[in-house]
């Protein structure tokens, strides 16, 4: 295993620690404002420094960490759940089906990156569950896309006609003999639109229409730090490292498992 | 033959947008919380509710509305900015040349600079050159858009003072917004312009030009680069994509004024008008340039005009 890979990981795996075990770590209250303390650089006693509110700023990472994972698995969740089935069968049945899905898919594609999170977002209003709904709306066309693409070469296959020769009906086609098979496509661009998803994520909430002001949220970190950036860069550069880090580390792994997994999705990074 | 193909796609483009205009009324529709209350305020009376609601024709069935937002849209009337009160469409006007100004030159610069640097990693694999030009494209590709364009605003506007960081007004301040943005495509299009690249020169046509004597300059400029450049000028159109969301947060970040930076403050202030009008607007700048690059591929590529 390359050592790219290693550190990338490494990385994931440190989050995903960090992001479950946090609280259990002795680290000050994120959420805890002690405006005497503002503005600190980092120190014996709060090791990234303080925020313009007091908070430490170590522990509003560790917290930020469960949020950025959370609107990570979130969103790809949300795509899964819905893109999944409806390329399958789109896939499966094509013929009218198919046509319904294609219009769909390209009204949700019709908008560039992050004005459909936007639109969503304009709506609803912020708050962490509208923001996974925003992001996870962005990646059902992915996954629908991929799923049908990898449905439609497997319905070809042998294995699937004998399966209907057998008299199996077409859920149960789907369910136990196409299914299994896309899963490991479907793996690849789940890691890589888990990266997407905490950095869109991470934006709108930078943008001011994500998360609610006062969650440890990276993104919404940068934004509350922004204002006093030019005396206090620590404020913005210990978030973004951090965004910037676990985002090489997510890109790393799907790159890797896309190259070892499956040469045919060069292109396939949106 | 490539007539029938462009006026296919334009044809094709029609429906979309009129569902998109229906989606987009839908969806603004679907705000909870009366919008006559927000502009009249919580002290009006029930009257001049009632008044209001005439008067913009809130109170019609919602078809009727649609009908009403439709034939507007035909003329170009996208209704009134309810922050401002100046029509929709000239607030949008005024902003949309700066932001395509800005997405041009992103565009530009990604796809000189990604080509180039793609072409000179794939020329000399395997050394310096390329690993790094491999991770700096890595850190491009996984760097938040409005990091890298806090860093910047940090090292050229604080600490070295070479370019202004703020607000838009000559080829100086479009530095900085235009670099920025055009950095995750830059990266991209840079990882794909070489691995496309060292593709095509392991085919054999490329070796047969070689024994043939043509110089390594020929042979790439004229042989290997026009294949090779299929795969990330597919990519450009995405990539457009990408670059206008891009805009709208660089915008914020560098004060520029375009439609991005008037789409956040219309989300912030809730005008709807101004925010259906410019997902509209949005929308049918990524239709039409996908539109371009279609037509751009089926130029460049006569196996796809057979479809």
């Known amino acids: ?270 | 033959m490539i007539l029938r193909y462009i006026s296919k796609r334009v044809l094709y483009l029609i429906p979309t947008l009129l569902v998109l205009s229906f989606v987009v009324f839908g969806l603004v529709r679907l705000i909870p919380g009366d919008p006559v209350l927000a502009i009249a305020g919580p002290d009006a009376t029930p009257e001049v509710l009632e008044e209001m609601r005439t008067a913009l024709g809130l109170n019609r069935p919602m078809l009727t509305q649609y009908g009403f937002y439709l034939k507007g849209l035909l003329v170009g009337d996208l209704g009134t900015s309810l922050r401002t009160h100046q029509q929709v469409w000239s607030e949008i006007g005024r902003r949309l040349s700066s932001t395509l100004e800005l997405a041009a030159a992103g565009m530009a610069l990604s796809l000189i600079v990604g080509i180039g640097l793609g072409i000179m990693a794939a020329l000399r694999p395997r050394n310096w050159a390329d690993a790094s030009t491999r991770i700096v494209s890595l850190l491009g590709v996984s760097s938040p858009t409005f990091w890298t364009g806090l860093l910047f605003v940090l090292a050229f506007g604080y600490y070295w003072r070479l370019f202004p960081i703020a607000g838009s007004g000559g080829l100086r301040h479009l530095v900085l917004p235009a670099f920025t943005v055009s950095l995750t495509s830059l990266a991209f299009i840079t990882r794909l312009t070489r691995a496309s690249l060292i593709e095509v020169f392991s085919q054999d046509y490329i070796r047969t030009a070689r024994a043939k004597g043509a110089s390594p300059l020929r042979v790439i400029v004229h042989h290997a680069l026009q294949n090779a450049l299929i795969a990330p000028l597919t990519v450009a159109g995405l990539e457009f994509g990408r670059l206008v969301s891009g805009v709208i947060v660089i915008e914020t970040i560098f004060a520029w004024p375009g439609i991005g930076k008037l789409l956040i403050e219309a989300i912030q202030f809730r005008d709807w008008p101004v925010i259906q009008g410019l997902i509209l607007a949005f929308a049918l700048i990524f239709a039409i340039v996908n539109l371009a690059v279609d037509i751009l591929y089926g130029i460049l590529d006569p196996r796809i005009r057979l479809e």
Request: glycine share 12%.
């Open chain 1, 1 to 270: 295993m390359p050592w790219s890979v290693r550190f990338g990981l490494a990385v994931i795996g440190l989050l995903g620690l960090v992001a479950v075990c946090g609280p259990l770590f002795p680290l000050p209250d994120p959420y805890a404002q002690n405006i005497v303390n503002a503005l600190q650089l980092p120190s014996a006693m709060h090791w990234l420094g303080t925020d313009s509110l007091g908070r430490d700023l170590l522990s509003r990472i560790v917290a930020g960490s469960r949020f950025s994972l959370l609107i990570g698995f979130g969103a790809v969740a949300v795509g899964l759940a819905i893109g999944l089935p409806f390329g399958l069968l789109a896939g499966y049945y094509g013929g009218l089906v198919d046509t319904i899905f294609a219009r769909v898919i390209d009204i949700l594609l019709a908008f560039p990156g992050i004005v459909l999170a936007l639109a969503v977002v304009a709506i609803t209003g912020p708050g962490i569950g509208n923001l996974i709904l925003a992001v996870g709306l962005r990646t059902i066309p992915v996954f629908a896309r991929v799923s049908r693409a990898e449905t439609l070469a497997l319905r070809q296959r042998d294995f699937v006609e004998a399966a209907r020769a057998l008299g199996c009906r077409p859920y149960e086609v789907m369910y136990w003999h196409i299914l299994p098979n896309i899963v490991g496509p479907l793996m690849i661009v789940a890691s890589l639109q888990t990266a997407t998803a905490i950095l869109i994520g991470a934006t709108l909430s930078f943008l001011g229409v994500g998360v609610s002001p006062e969650v440890p949220e990276w993104g919404a970190m940068l934004n509350a730090g922004r204002p006093y950036m030019m005396g206090h860069p620590h404020l913005v550069l210990v978030p973004g490292c951090t965004l910037m880090i676990a985002m090489m580390a997510l890109n790393i792994m799907g790159d890797y498992l896309r190259d070892r997994l499956d040469p045919r999705f060069l292109i396939n990074r949106d």
